[in-house]
């Protein structure tokens, strides 16, 4: 078993989630196997009862795991399909220690977090990496050394390497911080050494520093750091800022740190295998396009940009697939709501709702989505978007002015979206929505099957209330038509309006499972009728 642990040291948000997918890009491109796992050092069972505000959008795995958004960034920089075991927290693992010790599994002895909490962090770590059958693991931890909560993780990967053998089985690769200091510009390695000393008096010695700059590092900082950091030079890496994320992998190839991996771990990969050029024309298409156009994201979240990352993400995969720069304007739903649709969305060529929960914010949505029909603006509503839309059909197409969701009024006149019946008398928060990858059939005819090719898809859901189907006819009949069903008929999923160039909705979250050179077939739907739009304008 190989295992590679990546820490952050100095501060958070330095990219390390990119960074760690942009090493497992790597390993993968020379031909070898390569899994995932995130570490969350909060209490949290997992991150579905949190707010984005907290850590960003919360990602939707097959399974229906709700996990951290670097989960995402794992999927999308690996193309691979995770599951939820692949993102451990500290509650997990606790919830597993007091269950076990309530069942008289430690029977006689002190339960305490050395072993017991280590043993367990490393136990779903260890069986993670088996059963992946990954010719290599890559453990991200989350937080910044130092930290109180991270203390039991790193204990338990330093304990990992002396099990598994330091270097050739265990390797450490540490992220940190290079600031650059008045007016000459000096790069500062104080914060780097004082870090990785705090790594090194818990027991480990970093293998590769990688060090966030906004230039890339130069010589002279780049030997104080292997000097008084103890790695060889060439083992100090720099991520300069770049200019897309997709970057990186190619900045890391360049640098040489798959090389360093292979040779140290004794991996085997795939001779002459080395192949990202799909991935450099992918980049390419982001770097330098041809045309752009500017897309609204109308939510409540929009101060955060990692709340909607991975609509974000679906775009530019669509973008480039078209060579297509795709602005996107963060709108706050309340203040379009007090300055007007008209002076927010008269100059974009798309709008998208995204999902979102509870009653702030969704007048301004409503307001937005109506904008965008009466105007012929290409929308997608996705989830909360979806209800969104068929609430504004209900009030200004059919004439029900009080429809709206039971989630939002729950003594509505026309509850045109309601609780699922499964839903009812469901009291935790946690896990309990409809939840995971789920098969939604389309109609032949739709525009919904033109972009997937395909009638049977799969895609991720979280959601409690749906469309009731008491007004379907009228709403189908108003030219709000569910083109795309559950397996069983009975959840709508897919909504297209007709005489609308491009006005389409979905339950689920196609954002999740778009790809690299493999977009979300949506996402690529509203990228080509906000092109089209631009060029009639
Ligand atoms: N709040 C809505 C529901 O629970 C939409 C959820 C979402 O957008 N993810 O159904």
Redesign the pocket.
Known sequence: MKLIFVSGGVISGLGKGITASSIGRLLKARGLNVSMIKIDPYLNIDAGTMNPYEHGEVFVLNDGGEVDLDLGNYERFLDIDLNSDHNITTGKVYRSVIENERHGNYLGKTVQIIPHITDEIKRRITSIARESGADVTIVELGGTVGDMESMPFLEAARQLGRDLGRTENVMFVHTTLIPIMGSVGEEKTKPTQHSVKELMAIGIRPDIIIGRCSQPICEAARAKIAMFCDVDESAVISTPDARSIYEVPLNLERQGVADIIIDRMKLMPMTGKRDMTKWESFLSNILSPVREVTIAVVGKYTSLADSYLSHIEALTHAGSERKCKVNVRFIDSDSLLSEGPASLLSDVHGVLI?????NRGIEGKIEATRYARENKIPFLG??????IATIEIARHVLGLKDAN?T?FDKDTQDPV?CL?HEQEGVDDMGAT??LGAQNVILDKDSKAYGLYGSERISER??????VNNGYVDQLESAGWRFVGRSENGDTMEVGQLEGHPFFMAS?F?PEFKSRPMRPSPLHLGLVDAAIEYKGSE
Do not use: D, K
Not at 354 to 358: A, H, I, L, T
Not at 382 to 387: D, M, R
């Open positions: 995204p999902g979102g929960f509870g996705v989830c909360l978007g979806f209800q969701s989630e979206i699922m929505m409809r859901h979280r959601h409690r209330y749906e339950q979250h």
